[in-house]
């Protein structure tokens, strides 16, 4: 089902998340994450779409909290600077540059 699937998926982020977070996270916390990992994977071997969905839901929270810690830290770590990449700030900017665009005249020869 697509919520079994939604959650499966949501346990390997989760555990991903805080195998890469390493030291950054504070123990309690991977603590009540693994927690709520394995209570999820125990909840997606029943039919019960409403249990799942609930785990799903709660593993989620509690992942965002871990990402907005971490994102908190690694602004402090960086003096708050944040490197600049453009493509992030409007990744669909539709700016052509100075490529030529369909049906605009360039008169290189002015007189």
């Known amino acids: 089902s697509e919520a079994r699937n939604k959650a499966d998926t949501l346990a ?7 195998k ?13 994450i693994t927690e709520k990992i394995k209570a999820l994977r ?3 071997t029943s039919e019960n779409v409403d249990d ?3 785990k799903t839901d709660d593993l989620s929270q509690a992942i965002q909290e871990v990402g907005a810690a971490m994102y908190q830290q690694e602004q402090s ?3 708050g ?3 600049s990449n453009p493509d992030s700030e409007n990744p669909k900017d539709n700016d052509n540059g100075d490529e030529p665009v369909e049906g605009e005249i360039i008169e ?4």
């Open 52 to 54: 799942i969905n609930t």
């Open 77 to 79: 770590d960086d003096g």
């Open 12 to 18: 390997y982020t989760a555990e991903k998340t805080l």
């Open 20 to 32: 890469d977070a390493g030291d950054k996270v504070q123990q309690d916390k991977k603590d009540a």
């Open 108 to 111: 290189d020869n002015k007189e």
């Open 81 to 83: 600077q944040q490197e």
């Open 42 to 44: 125990e909840v997606l």
